[in-house]
């Protein structure tokens, strides 16, 4: 192994950028190479995996510092990673690995480690890329190399690495980064999935009509003067909700109706989960629309009453919220208004949630004034 105490930081701070590689690459090769080092179980399992036999780990030389002379064009190749080493037998061998992450499979790249190989004894040569398309070519050229070829997913040294993380919080890093980043195997669509998606189709229908229901058959006189127009106003489904819209400008839009989606709005939901439906009330406003700090401050003014109105309530920048359009956003749990199995109790209930927060934010008149000037421009 490596003489000196393995060290992540190091290695990022001396590396130097190459032609064809991203920093995010490097950084990955760099992550990769340091939990081969620190981590015996997961360095011995995958490199006996690879190679079809067991290493002796006390023999092996990992570098990714490694340079190599090109006879042929008289230039030097600084292969990704070098694995230099014994097998337990005490036959030694020599492993190269190609890395990509975004970028494309290009085949001369792995000729020249494959040319490099050729007076090595046992010579492994790895292709090790994200993309699905790019593994597949790769499979297809494995007959053209001398040295043993093995084009590898990221999503297969993920699963190897999660079987061999538990006595390593480097590795549980790396797992929780290669997550993060889309290169752990994706789950696969379910039967029950789909009979999910299936079984919840009517549910957004439910909404349509119950959104339809409150913005004709209730009082919404307890919204400002500038955004009563019943008529005026639509029910819509996009962005993660069906919601009535009121929008005489999208500067000052009010939109009520139910959250089910909130990768957009940006919140978690009332009960805090990434999985839910709420009933919500929000006001947004374009991040560099005139008037919109004095309508910040306006609603902001309010901000004990509205939270005592009921709920979860956000707020501009508030450190939560993190769609920038957002000014406000109240919100409940849809649940919590289902406790009657009739149809117009539930409605009345969303009702009086939503006319209590209307009323906490929009009583003193402070809150209509701004959204009256913002929709003047």
Known sequence: MQPAIPNLLVSLFTWRPRDGVTPGENFLTEAFVHT???????????????LGQSVDGSSLVIDTRASH??????TTIFPDVDIRGEFASGTPFALLLEIKWGAAYVPSQVIKYDRLLASKPNPHLVFLCARGADYRRALNDTGKFKAQFHPLLWESVFASLQSAAADCQFSKELLGFMHHHGLSPGEPISMSMAEGYIASKPILERFHRYAEKLLREFDWSILPATHRDIESAEVRDRYGRVAIEFAPSWNGA?????????KDHGVPFADGTSNSIDLMMRIEAAPKAKGRDPLNAAIRANTTAVRNAGGVVHFDSDGVNRNRHTLFIAQKSLTD????????????????????????LFSDGMVGDALAQLARG
């Not at 009010?254 to 909130?262: E, H, K, Q, R």
């Not at 208004?337 to 906490?360: I, N, P, R, T």
């Open 36 to 50: 081969l080092r620190v981590n015996a179980a997961f360095r011995s399992q995958w490199l006996t995996q690879l």
């Open 69 to 74: 002379s090109n006879t042929d064009s008289g």
């Open 254 to 262: 009010v939109t009520i109706g139910f959250l089910y989606d909130n």
């Open 337 to 360: 208004f289902l406790s009657s199995s009739v149809e117009g109790d539930q409605l009345q209930a969303m009702y009086g949630q939503l006319k209590a927060w209307s009323e906490a």
